[in-house]
Structure formats: C-alpha cells, structure tokens
C-alpha cells in the first residue's frame, strides 16, 4: 500500500515564500518520477513541476524562475520550494507519486493560499 502525504501549505504574502514537502511510504519499488500539481479555484488541476529518479525537472511556465523541486531518493520524497509567490498561485497543492509500472498515487493535497 502507496502512502503520499504532504505538507507544508498555508497562508502567505505576495512576494513570500512557502516550502512543500511530500513523502511516500510504503512499496517504493519502481518508484519512477514526482511531482506537484495544483488546482486553482474554478480550475482544472494542472502540473506545476516534475522530477524524474535521474534528477530530470520540468517546470510549467508560470512557474519557471520562481520554484525549484527537487527530491531525496534515499527519503523518498519531494520537494517543493516556492518563492516570489503570486495571488495566482493559490490553490490545492497535489503531490504525485508516479511507478514505472504505470501507476500512480496521489496524496490529499494542501492548501496554498497567497494573498495580495
């Protein structure tokens, strides 16, 4: 049994900084890439940033030059550093824990709420 929880969520200023941290538990074997996705109010999730087992990262764009994820692979978890945060960053934060078999687990989420 998969276990992915998060933490690390809250209340924030604009132009504050929050730091998300995600770890998995339970069969880790094959565990292949990470990582976090948010949904908005009134929005479909979407990725906001992913590494791979290698080190690999993937940002979307609104994000580039403002978060940087990375992971502990003896740990095995994620994290997610989050600077120079925006109103529009606010949201449910999702971390994903993906296996190469093709499976994938998510956690509960966490709340991001960046006030302006």
């Known amino acids: 049994q998969v276990q992915v929880v998060e933490s690390g969520g809250g209340l924030v200023k604009t132009g504050g900084s929050l730091r998300l941290s995600c770890a998995v538990s339970?069969?880790?074997?094959?565990?292949?890439?990470m990582g976090w996705y948010r949904r908005a109010p009134g929005r479909e999730r979407e990725l906001v940033a992913v590494i791979s087992s290698g080190g690999s990262t993937n940002y979307a764009d609104s994000v580039k030059g403002r978060f940087t994820i990375s992971r502990d692979n003896a740990k095995n978890t994620v994290l997610l550093q989050m600077n120079s945060l925006k109103p529009e960053d606010t949201g449910v934060y999702y971390c994903?824990?993906?296996?190469?078999?093709?499976?994938?687990?998510w956690g509960q989420g966490t709340q991001v709420i960046v006030s302006s």
């Open positions: 994903n824990a993906e296996y190469l078999t093709g499976y994938f687990y």
């Open positions: 339970g069969s880790i074997f094959r565990l292949n890439a």
